[in-house]
């Protein structure tokens, strides 16, 4: 249960004289988040907004300068009765707004404290831009005249025409994305990476986000806003042209609000539609070349950042605005925080938390959901650069690591030690927060927990169940029909060679010539006879080789099985290599072998940890079957042993673009068969099956190392 604020205060008498009332500048607008009225106090010379209760709102309202906080206070306590403000929240909120210089009063300005308050406001700010690499703003320019000059020429843009119009575009657009989405995305890395397109980029880039941020700007003043702050800001590095559109906080309809978030996507988009139409229509070329970069600017950007709300752009605020719950990450935080210290360190919170039911979903879910995906964002690009720029994606990521992990957990530990709010159960909330950092790491670093690997394989046939042509030659006649039991030794095809005759002919005739003279050089000529029988035994084996080519004409089975051949009426006639594969002898009880790929990040596991393997077949899911592993490939290679393994196929390996049978990988895989053991339910070759590999177990900080490292020499390429 909370406990209550008190309401008096032993610092009331620091401000109970003083008469302030509000700056004439002030701008106020009443507005409803979820029913609720709110007073919303914008300053026009900053953009800075403030929300105030209506409690707080009666109290400014009523400072005009003459009276005391004293006496203006005891007035609007004794009519609001238990709503009323305590003097801790009063003395909070006068401070809060003479520091965004919206209350002035009867004595004389402090210049002094003035400039060390403008001083501490800058150290902020710049401690802000260093903890958030994704947020770096410098101000540079007051666009707005800029803004109201060109307003009249731009203001149709924001009609309902306008809107038609935008949609017919970027829709038209979004069609021929998708038509050709496999030419723009074929090595999109290298393609992006290479130097000459990260300059190219570094022009394209910063004039598609000014064109961003005037839409903002633009959207801001057709509704009556003031734009006073333009600047540059560092997008993962990259210097990018920002708007502060903060004014639209004040706007009335929060879809007002939500229309300026939008704008800025809405101009890039366009001008993504414009460089796709320009794209497919022209040939490769630097021409195209601009309008791809164009389009990844314009587009990936957009997805990734601006309109994603898990981050604190665009996206961000349009959520905020449409769900009418202001300061939505702010708030998320401080709900999670005061969650904890409630539950687990038993401290009653000096003020609840204001929310309602609908807010509290959001509060749970938006924090913990937002810090993992930049998190995730912020690693996934920093080791995308590391992969061609080592030093600047390593710096990224030790950036993010510190910014998102290191300093929090700093911070959540001074809290825990140092916070006077803890004083009284501090032992509580320490033991608790230690406790569960030593727990959390003897969980990752001592305690065993199950490993497996996973993979994917087809169902295959032993070697002797496949027969092969035993030499080239043109099939003249099938020697067995199609599901004929077959026993090994039985002829399948007869093939005919029109060289092979001749060959075999001068082979023997060869043989008979040496055969001929060598009894007469044994009496006469013993050096000549010693070459003949060289000559001789090169000879005989020369026709022993042409004899064996002669009966490997007809192919035969090896092993017992059913005959099963494809298409079997195109195979008279059709010319075979040596060692082609010509038919199958399908055992019996069907095939009992498994040939999986295994991904060069998992072979090491099953080569040296293996402890049992279990297979489910694609016809029969529900059951785990038991296996064991026979052969395996020594060396990794970049083909598959069946398309079904690629993504193509539906399986988990991205095949080469350039290969067009998609059976090479972009990178290694090392192949090993898998034995079912008997009694398994017969499948048909070539059938998916779902191979999982049991290990030793090992704590979970052991795992989660290993896969960090592989991931580091993955994309380090090392």
């Known amino acids: 249960m909370a406990e209550a604020e008190p309401f008096l205060s032993a610092s009331w008498y620091r401000i109970r004289h003083l008469r302030p009332r509000l700056r004439e500048h002030a701008e106020v607008r009443l507005h409803r988040y979820r029913g609720a009225p709110w007073y919303v106090l914008t300053d026009p010379l900053t953009g800075r907004v403030h929300r105030l209760a209506p409690p707080a709102w009666a109290l400014i309202a009523a400072l005009d300068g003459t009276s005391t906080v004293d006496e203006v206070w005891t007035e609007i306590s004794a009519t609001q009765g238990e709503a009323a403000l305590g003097q801790d929240q009063v003395i909070a909120l006068l401070g809060q707004l003479h520091a965004a210089d919206l209350l002035q009063g009867d004595a004389p300005p402090d210049t002094h404290e003035i400039f060390e308050r403008h001083g501490r406001l800058a150290r902020r700010k710049l401690t802000q831009n260093l903890l958030n690499p994704m947020a770096l703003r410098f101000r540079l320019w007051n666009p707005d005249r800029f803004l109201t000059r060109l307003l009249p020429l731009v203001g149709p843009l924001f009609s309902r025409w306008g809107f038609a119009l935008w949609l017919a575009l970027v829709g038209s657009a979004t069609v021929l994305v998708a038509q050709h989405w496999p030419d723009l995305t074929a090595h999109l890395g290298d393609r992006v990476l290479a130097e000459g397109n990260l300059l190219l980029l570094a022009v394209i880039l910063p004039a598609i986000k000014l064109l961003h941020e005037l839409g903002h700007g633009f959207a801001v003043r057709r509704r009556g806003g003031a734009v006073h702050d333009m600047g540059v800001m560092f997008l993962v590095l990259l210097p990018l042209p920002y708007i502060d559109a903060s004014a639209a906080s004040g706007f009335r309809s929060r879809w007002d609000r939500v229309v300026v978030g939008a704008a800025g996507m809405m101009v890039e988009l366009a001008i993504g539609a414009l460089a796709t139409f320009i794209w497919v229509a022209i040939e490769p070329g630097f021409a195209r070349s601009i309008a791809f970069n164009v389009m990844l600017a314009a587009g990936a950007t957009t997805i990734l950042f601006n309109a994603n709300p898990l981050l604190r752009y665009d996206g961000y605020y349009m959520l905020a605005d449409a769900i009418e719950i202001p300061n939505l990450a702010q708030r998320a935080t401080q709900y999670w925080g005061q969650l904890v210290e409630t539950h687990l360190f038993a401290t009653p919170p000096q003020q609840a938390h204001p929310h309602t039911p609908g807010e509290r979903a959001w509060f749970l879910f938006y924090a913990p959901a937002a810090w993992l995906y930049r998190q995730a964002v912020m690693l996934s690009i920093a080791l995308f650069l590391a992969g061609e720029y080592f030093t600047i994606g390593m710096a990224l990521a030790l950036w993010t690591l510190a910014t998102g992990l290191v300093l929090p957990m700093a911070k959540m530990l001074r809290h825990v030690v140092a916070s006077p709010r803890l004083r009284r159960h501090r032992a509580r909330a320490v033991g608790l927060t230690f406790g569960a950092i030593a727990g959390l790491a003897a969980l990752l670093l001592l305690v065993p927990a199950p490993l497996h690997t996973s993979a994917q394989g087809v169902v295959w046939l032993p070697e002797a169940a496949i027969v092969r042509a035993g030499t080239d030659g043109v099939v003249t006649r099938l020697l067995a029909t199609p599901g004929t039991a077959l026993a090994p030794g039985d002829a399948v095809s007869e093939s005919e060679d029109p060289f092979l005759a001749a060959r075999l002919a001068r082979a023997q005739a060869r043989v008979a010539e040496f055969e001929a003279r060598l009894p007469a050089e044994r009496f006469t000529n013993r050096v000549e006879a010693a070459i003949t029988e ?114 193509t196929g539906g399986g988990a390996f991205a095949p080469h673009p350039r290969d067009p049978d998609g059976l090479r990988t972009l990178a290694r895989v090392f192949q090993v068969d898998i034995e079912l053991s008997p009694g398994a339910p017969a499948e048909a070759f070539g059938a998916r099956a779902h191979i999982r590999f049991e290990h030793a177990w090992e704590p979970l900080g052991d795992q989660l190392w290993r896969r960090l490292r592989q991931l580091l020499l993955t994309r380090l390429q090392a």
């Open 534 to 647: 060289t000559e001789l035994a090169q000879a005989r084996a020369e026709l022993a080789h042409e004899q064996r080519r002669q009966a490997n004409l007809v192919a035969r089975a090896r092993a017992a099985g059913t005959l099963a051949i494809a298409r079997p009426a195109d195979l008279p006639g059709r010319y075979l290599k040596e060692g082609e594969i010509l038919a199958y002898a399908l055992p019996e009880d069907g095939p009992r072998i498994i040939r999986a790929a295994i991904p060069q990040d998992d072979i090491d596991l099953v080569r040296s940890r293996l402890l049992s393997v279990q297979v489910k077949l694609a016809g029969h899911l529900a059951d785990a079957l038991p296996a064991r592993l026979v052969r395996e490939v020594p060396g990794g290679r970049d083909e598959l042993p069946s398309r079904a393994l690629a993504t």
